[in-house]
């Protein structure tokens, strides 16, 4: 036998391995022979095969953060496992292991998509990085749900994708009631039109609102009485009524009331609210809503920041605008958290840099300490709702020092503004007649009024002469004295400063100081130091200032600050948003409008932006003799968005009209309005809400009381879709904006195949886009997206049956305008392709693009958006290279707002910012007004008047850890935050004989919860705060809320009511079941295995911990509705008044280091 | 991926080949699997093939308590227990009747050098070293010595060459855990 040498061996070897195949086969079964003795993990790969990174768009809040997605595949799944920020971005900067800086920057635009995955990293807040915990949630919904029981029983049954869409479209019934669901075919008035035989429905509908319009006319015609109106409304509907029979169709099948044709047609009666709208769902819904006729798109806007965005609005004719974190010397942040408000947690991390390296001088305006210790942040302890006493007081001490910005605030007009190089002018100068008792009180004297033009032109002093504000460079500031009208009549005018001035001046530094809770000497600090810093100073006002009843004269109030300076527009000055590309409609139309879409016209069910004197209702009642006032409900003709509070306030009164449907998206009003349980009594009624559907991910609070549920996905996956723009100030830079596709492939069921061959999934997108194809709706389906005129694409029609045809032509606007601009280079590296057609989901469908968009497409997409640079966002003077937005005027005092009447009471509000107590939105029955309420600004009552035995305020505080209520599921942060309490002042907690652990009651004026108190000297005396992101009770599981009690007995009888248990089927719900079980154990390792096989069970950490909104303030005023600002109709979240008592019972804290 | 890190990949894989096809010759798995196994041995040595296919049976059969001469009666008697605890001991589980077989000692090699292998291709280098060490102090403590002395108890003459080629593999083994650069002159 010969012996195996060596050489031998190795040869026998390589041998072996190279014909091996059959023995090969064989290894999976040694497999079994030979095993682990525990299963090996290996730890994560950070590159290669299996591995991919995905540059995208947070929404762990509404900030836009960018992120960087790292997906695995395991046992064949791609699993996302890590999130972390995106350095291109300007939130999130840049930091990288082998170089350690003070300050991080953001990473140059053009630098190497593989350099940056592989080098650099971006800060991403803890809500970001858990949001793995979002997407793999054991309580999601995968398939469409039917209620199989009564509204809110908690009992659901599984339906086709397909039965759904007949359903909602063509009307339904629940088997297990016998209740009838109306379809969305009967409010479809452009469909009904065209399917009767008019060949153009949108020429029929034009007509008839031109013709309602003629009616409006002589309504408002003071030369016209009742009778022509009658008359005129009697032509309308035996016109119309004789066309529409002519193909069978009655005036009632297209109009809401023919008596009323002013509240425009039925399709008004569909209404869609969204809570957490980003783009491109926004534009999406948008487009639907429009392309189905009605004028009921809405927001949640009254829950977010809508008494900030009406006071701006009032203010500069722009909602959002705030300071330049990265210049400004000094801010004063009031009503702001930090951690929270744009550029968010990460963004702010810069403000936090700055002031530790004495950069910057943050005076924090919050009743809440901003908990940082650095010299440079210093807390100033407002009292809730009495902001304009503090702004007022430096003000005064502003006009009183003149340290303001004089040349500026002399300018009358925007050409004289350019000579000396401001992009806007202020109405200082502007004269006003001041007569209280004259019917033009608050309106600007105009050429007209002295009978020197006719032009409506305001009119200024200069030179001791009255003259229109256009013909003069320069006007006298502090102006007031007697002019005699063109009518004979003399009345007291006063220029817009001079009556700022006055109101300042009406109390001392020192009353002004009882009155808002800070100490004079620091609000003079404040002054001196706002004004030492000027024009690189600024202010950040946010909810806390905004969202109190007076909430826009706050945001107003301090406003003035800024005015004073001059500092709109520039850099360390105020900024608005940043320039975003035309990712709407460059080439192709993705917009809401100019598809062909049906004409349309009424007020929107919640009557804002719009005019309770522009309606029929008024006009008829003024025409008769009778008083117009009260209303029914508030009109908003001043805010710039929409109300939850009025929306189903509406629908409950059926005011303007009645409601047909609600399909809300990502919302959750219920739980997230102050006192937002007063909405269940309208959602649980299907009488005045005859059909309800949900569009989301788990079923809340709200969506607990839906006909029908419409699964949705995460940011992660397809939900929320498109480009973000960002928020003011967008740190600052020219242009940027977040761009998100999927990281993952949906987690929801997939519905098919488009026409085109894509694959579809459950979502709000097919689900708008089966509907509208059904329903033959512009904009839909075959030939939905048409090309934009004046550009290639003119004349030429583009399918829209799935998301991805949609959304790759969003993505297409986009890169192909970044391109025109220069920030996208035209030669685009073939490394960016491959690394987007390597890593990204979206990749497969690209042959939606011809090749040029789509390799322009990957730049942006390798990159998670289009981003400047912030050293190249302004001019040689330090301006914005923005384009300047809102009306170039900053109001010091407004015609607008001093001509608009409460439409309870009738009374004009207050045009110019002043001190007004928090107070009802009208006299209150059994309350007497104070001879003061009669004259002055307060509409109503103030609340403290009322509520004498309620002396706390009760706010909440949102931080960096918990968005608002939907993120109970970070389990990951809830491991070191898993419970929340109620935070009381340590001097208040001792006069109580409160210690932490104890659980007290907290009362309010609508009901009681109780909770834990924690006591600390970081709230101020007289405020107790909740942080805020828990107390749920329904998020698809139910587990009825034990900790609060609302006064009234109805809505206490509907909390009794809710079930014990939901009915749910397996199979709709809980996508987590598939994951590997390394992946469910690491996620959930405080949770029993019931929370994430199977049909979840309650899991404690899902439903533990209080929130205060169920009893927060409602407004006696308006039948104990959720209280509101009385501007711009935003929820007044700050303004409940509370009382606390010890109940006896201690709390034992899940663990020892209490952190909020 | 260098040079040396390639041959090694390539070393593991034939290695883990060459262990299974033993293994699999000696198992009572179906025929065809059996002659595929012994045909791929063939071309690593025509007479390991040749004594395997007549002598798997009694192959099967050899276990250390049984052939252990060398160490005392009550040493060997324990055997079946200790070469078990090296198997867990090293992380693993074998699934044998008798854990001081021949088999389960080949199927435990051929494991071994499978993960290696896996780890050298996953960049795992430290966990494939670790692994080699284990392989070596194996083969060292249980698996020679058994063959060793088995074959002076028995007239199988698979063993004589099976001694040779675990004689080689030691060398190897030392060679890669020791000085791994010099692996490339085993192929010149």
Request: glycine share 6%; no cysteine; charged share 25%.
């Given at each position: 036998m010969s012996r195996i040498d060596r050489r031998t061996f190795v040869k026998g070897l390589t041998a072996i391995a190279l014909l091996g195949g059959g023995v090969a086969a064989y290894l999976p079964t040694l497999e079994r022979i030979v095993r682990p003795k525990e299963e090996y993990i290996p730890p994560d790969p950070q590159f290669g095969d299996g591995v991919k990174y995905i540059y995208t768009s947070c929404l762990g809040c509404n900030v836009r953060c960018g992120i960087r997605v790292r997906i695995v595949e395991r046992n064949g799944i791609p699993i996302i496992d890590r999130i972390e920020g995106n350095p291109y971005h300007p939130y999130n900067r840049a930091v990288s292991i082998d170089k350690q800086v003070k300050r991080y920057v953001q990473l140059?635009?053009?630098?190497p998509v593989d350099e940056a995955t592989r080098k650099w990293f971006g800060t991403l807040c803890p809500r970001g990085q858990d949001g793995i915990h979002y997407i793999y949630d054991p309580y999601r919904v995968i398939k469409p749900l039917k209620r199989a029981g009564p509204r809110g029983s908690g009992k659901w049954k599984v339906i086709s994708w397909e039965q759904l869409i007949k359903e909602v479209v063509e009307g339904g019934v629940i088997e297990e009631t016998g209740e009838r669901l109306p379809g969305l075919k009967d409010f479809f008035v452009y469909g009904k039109l065209r399917d009767a035989g008019f060949q153009d429905p949108n020429k029929v509908l034009s007509e008839m609102k031109k013709d309602v319009e003629a009616i409006m006319k002589i309504a408002r015609d003071p030369d016209r009485d009742y009778n022509d109106i009658a008359r005129a409304i009697e032509k309308f509907k035996s016109k119309w009524s004789s066309i529409l029979a002519e193909k069978g169709l009655r005036l009632e099948d297209i109009l809401i009331d023919p008596d009323r044709p002013d509240l425009g047609t039925k399709a008004n009666m569909v209404i869609w609210v969204r809570g957490r709208g980003q783009g491109h769902s926004d534009y999406f819904s948008k487009r639907f809503i429009t392309a189905f006729g009605s004028v009921n798109w809405l927001r949640h806007t009254s829950a977010c920041q809508l008494g900030y965005y009406a006071g701006n609005k009032i203010w500069a004719g722009y909602h959002d605008i705030q300071g330049d974190v990265v210049s400004s010397k000094v801010i004063i942040m009031a009503g702001a958290a930090l951690g929270r408000l744009h550029p968010g947690a990460t963004g702010q991390g810069l403000l936090i840099e700055r002031t530790a390296e004495g950069e910057l001088k943050l005076y924090y305006v919050n009743p809440i300490a901003p908990r940082i210790k650095n010299k440079n942040i210093i807390w100033v302890p407002i009292k809730p709702g009495h902001d304009a006493a503090l702004a007022m007081a430096m003000i005064r001490w502003i006009i009183e020092n003149k340290r303001y910005n004089k040349e500026f605030l002399e300018i009358p007009n925007l050409d004289s503004a350019k000579k000396k190089g401001y992009p806007v002018i202020s109405n200082a100068t502007w004269l006003v007649i001041?007569?209280?008792?004259?019917?033009?009180?608050?309106e600007f004297l105009k050429d007209s009024d002295l009978g020197i033009g006719n032009e409506g032109k305001p009119l200024v002093v200069s030179n001791g002469e009255i003259k229109?504000?256009?013909?003069?460079d320069k006007a006298d500031l502090e102006w007031e004295g007697r002019v005699k009208l063109a009518s004979g009549e003399e009345v007291t005018v006063k220029t817009a400063f001079k009556i700022l001035r006055d109101e300042a001046f009406s109390r001392s530094i020192g009353e002004w100081a009882e009155i808002c809770g800070v100490p004079p000497e620091l609000i003079v600090q404040m002054a001196r130091d706002f004004t030492d810093a000027a024009p690189e100073a600024s202010t950040i006002i946010h909810r806390g200032a905004g969202m109190h009843s007076n909430g826009e004269y706050i945001v107003w109030s301090y406003r003035m600050l800024d005015t004073l300076i001059g500092n709109f527009h520039r850099r360390g000055g105020l900024l608005a948003r940043p320039e975003h590309t035309k990712y709407n409609n460059k080439i192709y139309n993705c917009y809401y409008k100019g598809y062909g879409e049906p004409v349309k016209w009424g007020p929107p069910i919640d009557r804002h932006k719009a005019r309770y004197e522009d309606t029929l209702e008024y006009w008829i009642k003024v025409k008769k003799g009778e008083d117009p006032y009260p209303a029914k409900r508030p009109w908003y003709p001043l805010t710039p968005e929409e109300s939850y509070t009025e929306i189903f306030a509406g629908i409950s009164e059926e005011y303007p009209y009645r409601a047909g449907a609600l399909i809300m998206f990502y919302a959750n009003p219920v739980l997230s309005a102050n006192h937002g349980i007063k909405f269940i009594e309208t959602l649980k009624d299907t009488r005045k809400l005859p059909l309800f559907i949900a569009v989301t991910t788990t079923i809340n609070e709200t969506f607990m009381y839906a006909d029908y549920i419409v699964p949705d996905t995460t940011y992660l996956e397809t939900g929320t879709l498109g480009i973000q723009y960002l928020y003011a100030s967008g740190a600052g830079v020219y242009l940027a904006e977040a761009w998100r596709s999927p990281a993952v492939m949906p987690l929801t069921e997939k519905i098919g195949r488009c026409p085109n061959g894509h694959d579809r999934y459950a979502s709000l997108w097919e689900f708008f886009i089966d509907i509208g194809v059904k329903l033959n709706m512009p904009g839909f389906g075959r030939g939905g997206i048409n090309g934009v005129k004046g550009t290639k694409y003119e004349g030429r029609r583009f399918d829209l049956y799935c998301a991805w045809e949609y959304i790759l032509r969003v993505y297409a606007n986009a890169a192909v305008d970044a391109v025109d601009r220069g920030i996208i280079p035209r030669n685009i590296p073939e490394s960016d392709v491959e690394f987007v057609e390597r890593n990204y989901p979206i990749a497969r469908f690209k042959d939606i693009l011809p090749a040029d968009e789509w390799r322009a497409v990957c730049y942006g997409l390798a990159r998670g958006g289009v981003f400047t640079q912030y050293s190249d966002s302004f001019d040689e003077k330090g301006y914005s290279k923005r384009k300047v937005k809102g009306y170039k005027i900053l109001y010091v005092w407004s015609e607008q707002v001093a001509r608009s009447r409460n439409s309870i009471t009738g009374k004009k509000f207050w045009g110019g910012p002043k001190y007004v107590p928090p107070a009802t939105y009208a006299p209150v029955e059994g309350v007497a007004l104070k001879p003061a309420n009669a004259e002055d600004?307060?509409?109503?009552?103030?609340l403290e008047e009322i509520y004498r035995d309620y002396p706390l305020y009760l706010v909440f505080e949102s931080g960096p850890?918990?968005?608002?209520?939907?993120?109970?599921?970070?389990y990951w942060i809830k491991a070191i935050a898993p419970e929340n309490f109620v935070v009381i002042n340590t001097r208040d907690a001792e006069r109580l004989g409160i210690e932490t652990g104890d659980v007290v009651r907290v009362e309010t004026p609508t009901g009681a919860f109780e909770a834990p108190a924690v006591v600390e000297p970081s709230v101020r005396e007289g405020v107790i705060a909740v942080p805020y992101g828990m107390g749920r009770w329904a998020d698809t599981i139910v587990m009825k809320p034990r900790y609060f009690t609302p006064g009234d007995g109805d809505l206490k009888r509907i909390i009794d009511e809710l079930p014990e248990k939901v009915e749910i089927p397996e199979e709709a719900v809980n996508p987590v079941r598939n994951l590997p079980e390394e992946y469910r154990r690491i996620l959930f390792t405080k949770s029993p295995s019931s929370y994430y096989e199977a049909t979840p069970e309650v899991d404690k950490w899902r439903f533990n911990g209080v929130t205060p909104n169920p009893v927060q303030m409602a407004d006696p005023s308006l039948g104990l509705w959720p209280l509101q600002t009385w501007l711009g109709a935003g929820q007044a979240y700050y303004d409940t008044l509370a009382r606390v008592s010890k109940t006896g019972r201690k709390h034992r804290f899940e663990v020892a280091n209490i952190v909020w | 991926m260098d040079h040396v890190s390639r041959r090694m990949i390539h070393m593991a894989r034939a290695r883990a080949l060459m262990y299974t096809s033993i293994y699999i010759a000696i198992s009572e798995v179906p025929e065809h699997i059996r002659l595929s196994a012994i045909d791929l041995l063939s071309n690593m040595h025509k007479e390991l093939a040749e004594s395997l296919a007549r002598e798997a049976g009694r192959m099967r059969d050899l276990k250390a308590r049984n052939h252990r001469r060398d160490l005392d009666p009550v040493a060997r008697t324990m055997l079946p227990k200790a070469i078990e605890m090296c198997y867990s001991n090293s992380g693993y589980v074998v699934e044998e009747d008798n854990p001081d077989s021949l088999k389960a000692m080949l199927a435990f090699i051929s494991k071994l050098i499978e993960d290696e292998a896996k780890a050298l291709v996953e960049g795992r280098y430290r966990e494939a070293y670790k692994l080699r060490k284990i392989q070596l102090r194996f083969i060292n403590t249980h698996l020679k010595p058994l063959i060793e002395e088995a074959r002076k108890n028995t007239d199988l003459k698979t063993l004589e060459i099976l001694e040779d080629i675990i004689d080689n593999d030691i060398e190897y083994l030392k060679l890669s855990l020791v000085d791994p650069d010099k692996i490339d002159e085993l192929f010149n």
């Open positions: 140059d635009y053009t630098t001041y007569d209280r008792n004259h019917e033009k009180f608050g229109p504000h256009t013909d003069v600004a307060i509409p109503g009552v103030p850890l918990y968005t608002k209520h939907r993120s109970q599921f970070y | -």
